[in-house]
């Protein structure tokens, strides 16, 4: 028989929750190593990620459809997607809220806290609806280019049939980003390793502090 306390059946709360967190874990402390190539996306949810400086050469951006928590897979949803070359993050926090029959819960990870040892990626790219920077400076940018003329950053291969190769995009060498918050539907990348992770989960809906 089940204990209860609170009415909470902590066994029953155990076989829901623990194989999905160690299953995220295991995955994390691969991506930790960098032994994955990294993707994230939680179906209809949206993660907010913050960083305390973003540091990245072959830097693209431009507008897409993406598919990966669309309602209609038909027709999916535009994202505005960032990709760099490689990228250095500092004081990562990546949050996303959970819904579960025991309430919400927010599954965070922390990386990157050590200056002397930051995040790193390479061909990373984001998809997000809104993204705010306390400042960022761009080296040798081109506006207005064509997405199928980039030749200074990479286009998500994943991307490949979904963009309009007349359609507007910007690059630049390199671009370097202070106080970032942006919501994201995705991350993807070669190669993320997180040094320095921290993943943890709590009651309620806990989103990053902004930086």
């Not at 535009?78 to 819904?99: D, E, N, R």
């Not at 990373?124 to 400042?135: E, G, S, W």
């Not at 919501?183 to 993320?192: K, V």
Request: hydrophobic share 40%.
């Amino acid at each position: 028989m089940s204990q209860t306390y609170g009415k909470t059946r902590w066994k029953r709360f155990a076989v829901v929750m623990v194989p999905t967190i160690a299953a995220t874990a295991a995955v994390g402390v691969s991506i930790a190593q960098g032994a994955l190539a990294a993707s994230f996306s939680v179906s209809g949810v949206q993660a907010k990620v913050t960083a305390g400086e973003l540091d990245g050469t072959g830097f693209t951006q431009y507008g897409t459809v993406d598919f990966h928590n669309a309602k209609d897979p038909k027709t999916g949803f535009p994202v505005a997607v960032s990709g760099f070359t490689s990228a250095t993050i500092k004081s990562l926090c990546q949050s996303v809220p959970v819904s579960t029959p025991f309430g919400t819960y927010t599954l965070t990870i922390h990386a990157g806290d050590d200056p002397a040892n930051p995040v790193t990626a390479k061909q990373i790219f984001l998809d997000m609806t809104d993204l705010q920077a306390k400042t960022a400076t761009f080296t040798n940018i081109n506006i207005g280019v064509a997405v199928g003329g980039i030749t200074k950053g990479p286009v998500n291969p994943q991307d490949a049939g979904k963009t309009d190769p007349t359609g507007f995009a910007q690059e630049a060498d390199s671009a370097t980003l202070t106080g970032v918050v942006q919501q994201s539907w995705a991350t993807s990348a070669g190669t993320f390793s997180l040094n320095g992770m921290h993943l943890s989960l709590a009651s309620g809906d806990s989103p990053c502090p902004s930086p």
